[in-house]
């Protein structure tokens, strides 16, 4: 049986609760930079458009991001 990985880029978000939302992403872009990632995850934040049981993403609430073999 072969082995399989899939790449995915994890992006994880404070909430006004106090907890973590990680939005994972699967197969993402092989020559994504740092600067891509960052600006999409403050545009996540500025359109508020996440709402979790522990309430809305926190304005200060980037707390990164991996790309990572799964």
Do not use: C, H, Q
């Not at 992006?11 to 994972?24: C, E, P, Q, V």
Request: zero cysteines; aromatic letters at 8%.
């Amino acid at each position: 049986m072969a082995i399989t990985t899939t790449k995915v880029l994890r992006l994880t978000f404070a909430t006004s609760g106090g907890k973590n939302l990680t939005i994972t992403l699967p197969n993402p872009r092989e020559d994504l930079t740092k600067a891509e990632i960052e600006t999409v995850m403050d545009m996540i934040l500025a359109k508020n458009i996440f709402f979790t049981s522990d309430g809305e993403l926190s304005s200060s609430g980037i707390r990164g991001s991996w790309y990572l073999n799964g």
